[in-house]
């Protein structure tokens, strides 16, 4: 039972845990204390002196976001002493402040703004010339104007405490005093844009949102990331149609505020001139524009051609498509197709793993869990680089609980910063390394495993018996790459299981080729692809083959296609996806793509066309019906509806399949790329295109 | 019969005084308006079409900041804004408007937007003959509602951006 502390503030009754700080016990009590230098979860400043209050019997003003709750405080936050105090803090901020508010990106969202229109002076007795120096580009997406700075080190500190980057820095003295990069004149950093976001003033500023519009004049559609499979929340301001910026200021989701690169500025691959908008055909060896009901009909004419005579039918999915769409994609190949054929990119051995843990409930680690664990161990993975947000994550419970965490990687990585233990192996030898910890670990009170694609197959089960060992509760992350990855192989995208993890004999069926087999299949007769790439790293085998690619770009594959149908992206649908930890969230619309229609649509399309029956082309129903035939996907719909991320549980008798370690494998995607996604969005590029080491490799 | 001669003498008098009045309204300044056949003469305060200003360099005044828009109770300003490099310099600020659209179906001339520009670039001008049987010629765009460069005029600033 926590200990509780009783004090009034402006004549109010609280009462919060020892050790708050009397900001957020009045937080509490539903009064706001204005702050710039103080924010909730980085270390204290006090830098600022906004946050002055009078404590009854203190002989001067205090600062309250260092102040601690103690037991009989009587505080006032809004006394005339108070506000004139405010008063002077802002007329010294104005004194050198350009006011240019007009063309200042922050206009209207600016807390410098809110604070002087509420207790600002009307006048300025400041009568000398302001200190001006010239705006900034420290990279090609951080901005910063100088003048506008209120050195209140929020930026600094996130870089420094969130990221464990510490690209940002002070220089110079009195007036003078600035921001720096750490590269003297440019930033060679995470370019997470975590610290434009979080500048109360328009100080630090967006390189791609930089004079585009006002924050009042987009409309904000949370939606989930298209990129990596950590699954942030991310909030995009879209105008006219197109996506201006993207943030989560609310901090509504499981990340917070938090977004890496491509989450807040990789969204651009949405209108890169390249972008399909239109179906092609293959006429003559060239691929040639013709409209969707030619298309499609060709496709369906095609598909039940090649069934009606028992052809070979290969399908690839997605890593990045819904759900909804995974769900009816396989549904289709072994419904309508009658082929079992079907496989996606498997970056990580999530099979095995929900295999290993059969029986169990609450074995699986979420995001939230993350951030709470006393203790956790990385195995063979770079999450600084490759899940930049459950990075984030277990370096923030390290600096607010004191995370305990080991790793065990073949190379270097951040999290060694303030690892209690590193190890460093040979790739391949990570397992037997990690079972060399295993005194250390058994005097945890409790383990968050993490690991990535070297540990599969079989090692999975023996990493699971590891865990079993230590006689502590233990849970897991398999790591995988893309932002519905996870979602593939719930969905059934395998050629031995249906959705839930099922074994294909309970519908009757055999197991099918797995996605290399399907390429080296000489005697394939069609190949359908939705959403991915397969062709970029192996050659299709059969040169007679019927190919179907549903994509946003000529990738590849599509270039190898005989039907290309452009699709829309993740920003321009409804559905739902799985993150890494089995946390279900749902996508909303952002904008429309003219040309592209949704995987979902297409297949709706493709069923009418060849008279099948899939059932309705809607998302919702298509959801309604995951939930009621998926085991672990029963969730609550209003957590979803509500923008809150609900938890799957897979869970089932063992998974009887082969064990084909071979099959797996992440592509190490690092900060700066995400796939097909990541080659065709400007800003990530002019990151890597920018000088720099740290962009390099 | 003097009640008769009375009657004479007051309906002269008062035909004296109104053709008097005639008579001095004649011979004064006219001020009903000659409209259509010469132009109308306005209050300095009128608020007729918008003009968008220009400074003494012959730079636009509108730096996009959007809040004319913001302000507008119709709701019928519309604006894209851009940066200006140092090769295409549209306005003194950092930002322009590369699209500024007033729809006239909309606007009700109440000089919200007048009040609320900062850099006094959106004024009300007295253009007035908008009248037109297609709504759609009443979206006017900023190269309609810009006032003329005046000398000097800076070469750089010449050149539009597509
Ligand atoms: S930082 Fe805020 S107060 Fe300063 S110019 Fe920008 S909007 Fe205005
Ligand atoms: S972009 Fe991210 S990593 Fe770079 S300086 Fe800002 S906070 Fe630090
Ligand atoms: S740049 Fe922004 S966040 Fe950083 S110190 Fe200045 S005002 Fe604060
Ligand atoms: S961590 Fe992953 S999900 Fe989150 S913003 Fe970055 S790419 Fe997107
Ligand atoms: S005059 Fe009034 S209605 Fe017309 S554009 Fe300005 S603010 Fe809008
Ligand atoms: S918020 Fe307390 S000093 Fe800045």
Known sequence: MEELVKLTIDGKQVEVPAGTLVINAAKAAGIEIPAFCYYDGLALQAACRMCLVEVKKAPKLLTACTLVAQPG???????????????????FLLTNHPLDCPVCDKGGECELQDMVFRYGAGESRFLEQKVHTEEKQFSPLVYFDAPRCILCYRCVRICDEGLGVKALGVVHRGVYTEIGPNRGDHLECDECGMCIDICPVGALTSGRYRYKTRPWEMQHVGTICAHCSNG?????????????????????GLNGEFLCVKGRFGFDFVEHPERLRTPLVREGG??????????VALVARRFEEIRARGGRIGVIGSN???????????????????TNHIDHHRTGDVVALVDALAGRTGALATTGDLYRTRAALVIAADLAQQQPFLAFQLRANWRHHGLRLYAVTPGPVREEQYAVRSVRCRPGEELAAVEGLAAELKGEPELVILFGDAVKGELVHRLVAFGDSLGIPVK???????????????????????????????????????LPEILAAPDLDALWVVGANPLKDAPLASTAAFVVVQDLFLTETARRADVVLPAASAYEKTGTFTNVCGEIQQLRKAIDFPGAKTDLEIFGLLARAMRAEIGPANPEKVFEEIRATVPGYNVALPVLAAGGAAPSSPQNGRVPVEWRPELIRSARDTLFRSGTLGRYSQALNSVTEAPGELYRG | MPTK????????????????????EFLSPTITEDYPDSPPRFQERYRGVHVLERDENGLEKCV???????????????????ENTDTIRISGGERYAK??????????????????????????????????????????????LLAQPREPYPEATVTEVG
Request: glycine letters at 6%.
């Open chain 1, 232 to 252: 942030c929340k991310t909030t995009l301001g879209v105008r006219n149609d197109a996506i201006i910026r993207a943030n989560n200021r609310d901090r509504s």
């Open chain 1, 476 to 514: 897991y992350v398999c790591l995988v790459d893309y932002a519905n990855s996870r979602g593939a192989a719930d969905m059934g995208l395998l050629p031995d299981l249906l959705p839930g993890y099922r074994p294909v004999a309970e519908a009757g069926l055999e197991r099918g080729m797995a």
């Open chain 1, 73 to 91: 405080m009587v505080v006032h936050t809004e006394t005339p002493a108070v506000v004139e105090a405010r008063k002077a803090m802002l007329e």
């Open chain 1, 286 to 295: 060239e691929l040639r524009p013709v409209n969707w009901m030619q298309a």
């Open chain 1, 320 to 338: 990045r498509t819904t759900n909804e769409e995974n769900y009816c994609l396989q549904k289709f190949a072994r419904q309508v197709l009658g």
């Open chain 2, 5 to 24: 001669v009375n009657e004479i003498i007051d309906s002269a008098a008062a035909i004296a005084k109104g053709l008097g009045v005639t008579l001095k």
């Open chain 2, 99 to 144: 699209v500024y659209n007033i729809d006239y179906n909309r606007c009700i001339f109440c000089g919200y937007c007048v009040e609320a520009c900062p850099t006094d670039a959106i004024t009300h001008g007295h253009g007035f003959e908008i009248a037109s049987y297609d709504t759609v010629t009443l979206i006017w765009r900023k190269e309609q």
């Open chain 2, 64 to 82: 996009a900041c959007f809040l004319c828009a913001a302000a507008c109770p119709s709701n019928c300003i519309y604006i894209e804004a851009a």
